[in-house]
Nanobody, 117 residues
Framework: QVQLVESGGGLVQPGGSLRLSCAAS????????MGWYRQAPGEQRELVASIISLGRTRYADSVTGRFSISRDNAKNTLYLQMNSLKPEDTAVYYC???????????WGQGTQVTVSS
């Protein structure tokens, strides 16, 4: 059973920074891809950033140049560094991991990020 636990969310002023972490149970090397999604109230969940096993990354246009996704295989942890935060970045952020052997996506419980003055 795969468990993903996010942390690092909170309240930050516009222009500030946060780093989200997603700790996985077991090795993250088994995942073909990992990513961060977010969902604002009344909105659909959207992809923020993803990273595949070879290290290639992809970002939503709205966060390109401000957010950075990375993974630490030794710590079995996925990160999302968020800089120059804007009020429109306010959402619940979810960690996602795809296990290719069973073609299944796993999700964390989410962490709230609120950008407000």
């Amino acid at each position: 059973q795969v468990q993903l636990v996010e942390s690092g969310g909170g309240l930050v002023q516009p222009g500030g920074s946060l780093r989200l972490s997603c700790a996985a149970s077991g090795s993250i090397r088994r995942f073909s891809a990992m990513g961060w999604y977010r969902q604002a109230p009344g909105e659909q969940r959207e992809l923020v950033a993803s990273i595949i096993s070879l290290g290639r990354t992809r970002y939503a246009d709205s966060v390109t140049g401000r957010f950075s996704i990375s993974r630490d295989n030794a710590k079995n942890t996925l990160y999302l560094q968020m800089n120059s935060l804007k009020p429109e970045d306010t959402a619940v952020y979810y960690c996602n991991a795809r296990l290719p052997v069973i073609d299944h996506d796993y999700w964390g419980q989410g962490t709230q990020v609120t950008v407000s003055s």
